[in-house]
Nanobody
Framework: QVQLTESGGGLVQEGGSLKLSCAAT??????????LGWFRQAPGKDREFVAH????????YYTDSVKARFTISRDRAKNTVYLEMNNLKPEDTAVYYC??????????????WGQGTQVSVSS
């Protein structure tokens, strides 16, 4: 069983930065074949993949629209993943969800979701 708790959302101006955190409370351990990552959902749109980190090797993957602006990282000892978001744009406005499941992360195959945290970017 995995419980995901996000924090760090908020309101920021265009070009600003935010850092999201997702703490995983695990009964047991996180499987090395799993990934933890982030999805987002803007009003009226489908939930979309943002980034993930494969727990075993620590490799990362990003959707094209956030490459070079967002960085996913982890603190393995704390079972926590972070999403550092720089040069934010209004189109990044969405509810951001932490997710865990077998790698690679696909929305229909996610095993655990966090409750979501709102990120709003004003122009």
């Amino acid at each position: 069983q995995v419980q995901l708790t996000e924090s760090g959302g908020g309101l920021v101006q265009e070009g600003g930065s935010l850092k999201l955190s997702c703490a995983a409370t695990v009964s047991g351990r996180i499987f090395s074949s799993w990934a933890l990552g982030w999805f987002r959902q803007a009003p009226g749109k489908d939930r979309e993949f943002v980034a993930h980190l494969r727990w075993g090797p620590g490799t990362t993957y990003y959707t094209d629209s956030v490459k070079a602006r967002f960085t996913i990282s982890r603190d393995r000892a704390k079972n926590t993943v972070y999403l550092e978001m720089n040069n934010l744009k209004p189109e990044d406005t969405a509810v951001y969800y932490c997710a865990a499941g077998p790698a690679p992360l696909v929305a229909t195959q996610i095993r655990y979701w966090g409750q979501g945290t709102q990120v709003s970017v004003s122009s």
